[in-house]
C-alpha cells in the first residue's frame, strides 16, 4: 500500500507445500488467474529483503509470541537490481496485515545498510520519518537479509493474490544486501516451499476448491522470523 492510500487490512494465509505439490497448484490455477504484471515469464522474480531489528531483538521475539499488533521494517529489491528500491512496513493486527511502501534511492539505500540515518527528514515521504525516528529512538538496525523466488498470480475481485515462493533463504551478510549475489543459507526443510493465499474481504469460491489439496495445513510462518532463527 502506497503512502497517501487508505490502509487496507488483508487476509494472508500461508501453507507449506511439497515440491510436488507446487506444480499441482499451478496446473490448477494458470488458467484461472493471471501472472503479476511484473513477473516477465511463468518462472516469476528473484525478491530480496533487507529487514530491521533493535538491539533488544524485539521484532524476532514478537514474532515468537504472536504479539499483536505489530511491525517489521524493511528495504525490497527485485532480480537483485537496484532500478527499484522500496522501503516498506508490515504491520499484523488482530490476524490481518496490510503494507506501506515509498520509494528509496541508491544513496538512502546504501546509508541505511549501514545503519545511519538520514539528516533530511523534514523532506523524507512519513515512511521514511518513521523509519529514521526508529532508528533514533530504539536503534533499529539492519540485522537479516531474506531472499526467495516467487511466482505471483492475481485477480481483480476480491484483490486476491496468489504466490508460490520457493528457494527460500537467509543471510547476515547486510552490507552485500545490493550485490548480484550473497552469501546464504535455506532454511526449508529439503523439498519444502510455500504458497502465500492473500484477499482483502473475500476469497471466490472456484480459487478455494482449487487450492484444496490433500494434507494442506495453515501455518503461521513468517519468512523474518525462520530466517532470523537460523541466523542469530
Known amino acids: 500500500m502506497r503512502e497517501g492510500y487508505p490502509a487496507v487490512f488483508r487476509h494472508e494465509l500461508k501453507y507449506p507445500i511439497s515440491a510436488a505439490q507446487l506444480p499441482a497448484i499451478q496446473n490448477r490455477i494458470n488458467n484461472l488467474l493471471s501472472l503479476d504484471s511484473h513477473a516477465a515469464s511463468s518462472k516469476g522474480y528473484t525478491i530480496r529483503s533487507l529487514y530491521f531489528d533493535d538491539y533488544d531483538n524485539h521484532c524476532f521475539w514478537e514474532n515468537e509470541d504472536g504479539t499483536d499488533p505489530r511491525e517489521k521494517f524493511r528495504i525490497r529489491i527485485y532480480n537483485h537490481s537496484t532500478q527499484r528500491i522500496t522501503l516498506e512496513c508490515k504491520r499484523k493486527e488482530r490476524g490481518k496485515t496490510y503494507k506501506t511502501s515509498c520509494p528509496l534511492t541508491l544513496a538512502q539505500t546504501k546509508r541505511l545498510m549501514e545503519g545511519k540515518t538520514l539528516s533530511d527528514i523534514g523532506g523524507q515521504p ?9 532508528m533514533m529512538t530504539r536503534r533499529l538496525q539492519p540485522v537479516v537479509i531474506v531472499e526467495y523466488d516467487r511466482i505471483p498470480y492475481v485477480y481483480v475481485n476480491g484483490n486476491v ?5 520457493t528457494n527460500i533463504s537467509s543471510s547476515k551478510a547486510v552490507g552485500c544486501f545490493l550485490d ?12 519444502q516451499q510455500l504458497l502465500e493465499v492473500k484477499y482483502d474481504e473475500f476469497l471466490p469460491d472456484f480459487i478455494y476448491r482449487n487450492l484444496q ?6 501455518t503461521a510462518f513468517s519468512k523474518y522470523y525462520i530466517c532470523r532463527k537460523y541466523t542469530r
Open 180 to 191: 548480484e549475489t550473497v552469501p546464504k543459507r535455506p532454511v526449508m526443510p529439503l523439498g
Open 161 to 165: 493474490r496468489i504466490t508460490l515462493d
Open 213 to 218: 489439496l490433500e494434507n494442506l495445513q495453515q
Open 126 to 134: 512519513p515512511l521514511l520519518q518513521k523509519l529514521t525516528v526508529e
